[in-house]
């Protein structure tokens, strides 16, 4: 699915909610939604547990805030988050905002931008609490963030050697292709037959948009999948097919020839990504 990367976005991160090795993917992730032109990390950085974002906010030019631990216990970084997020977004110069924690105090303040008409993208553990999840515009896991991408994997022309230890291949996490789990497939029938013309047919880019509304943290990485469109083929559940005409026109996939229509997805395509279309199969 093609996405806007013309925005201005604001990015902060709860460096105690975060971790340095996550930072890399997710930068290449915010590049998919625009240009952080801001990038500001919260921690207290006078205490021992911070010490290894250095390094990682040299290299990315991420400004990091000092904020002192009053009481012991007690999370001050999050009021200063919330007091910056704020600020930013009554200057109106930001399309979205990036919000990297797992924590649940940061569901009001995700609301709150996206009451002004701004988008929220968050990113957390998978122990993210529901409230902030579904607060966002869209949640991406961190360890989707890291996952290896099958096109790396698979790249023409480079030689695979052998690993020089076998510990380090161990511990590598091996690729797991879930597929769509019951809740999964119910949105994803959901998502085909609200966005469907006349004849069933429905865009990949309508699809994926009405997924996104249904379930902020719906992703294809999460089952596995590098694209939902790949996702969506595994499953099995609908008929896959290429309009003819370009998808950013408005013309029908109903007006598809026949022909066109009864191709699958085994065979390859120059064709841009969102003009796949989907139907519901019977």
Request: proline fraction near 5%; hydrophobic fraction near 40%; glycine fraction near 8%.
């Amino acid at each position: 699915m093609a996405l806007d990367v013309s925005g201005t976005l604001a990015l902060l991160i709860d460096a105690d909610n975060a971790s340095p090795k996550i930072v890399v993917g997710l930068m290449a992730e915010i590049a998919n939604y625009g240009t952080a032109s801001v990038k500001r990390i919260y921690g207290d950085w006078t205490g021992p547990n911070l010490r290894g974002w250095k390094q990682c906010l040299l290299e990315h030019s991420i400004q990091p805030v000092q904020q002192f631990a009053y009481t012991t216990g007690k999370n001050a970084t999050d009021g200063a988050m919330i007091i910056d997020a704020m600020d930013l977004l009554y200057t109106g110069r930001f399309s979205g905002f990036c919000i990297v924690s797992s924590d649940s105090d940061f569901a009001r303040l995700a609301s709150r931008i996206r009451e002004q008409g701004v988008t929220v993208y968050g990113f957390g553990e998978r122990k993210t609490p529901r409230p902030f999840i579904t607060a966002c515009d869209k949640f991406v896991y961190f360890d989707v963030l890291n996952a290896p991408s099958e096109e790396a994997d698979e790249a023409p022309g480079v030689a695979r050697t052998k690993p020089a230890d076998a510990n380090t291949e161990a511990a590598r996490p091996a690729k797991k292709k879930a597929g769509l789990d019951k809740a999964g497939r119910a949105m994803l029938t959901k998502a085909v037959n609200a966005t469907a013309d006349e004849d069933g047919w429905a865009h990949l880019s309508r699809v994926g948009g009405h997924l996104a509304k249904q379930a902020p943290d719906f992703d294809a990485r999460n089952y596995g999948f590098p694209r939902l469109s790949d996702l969506v083929k595994a499953s099995g559940m609908v008929d896959v097919g290429r309009a003819e005409d370009n998808p950013r026109s408005s013309r029908s996939a109903s007006r598809t020839p026949p022909a066109t229509r009864s191709e699958r997805c085994g065979t390859a395509s120059s064709a841009p990504i969102n003009a796949l279309v989907w139907r519901q199969r019977q």
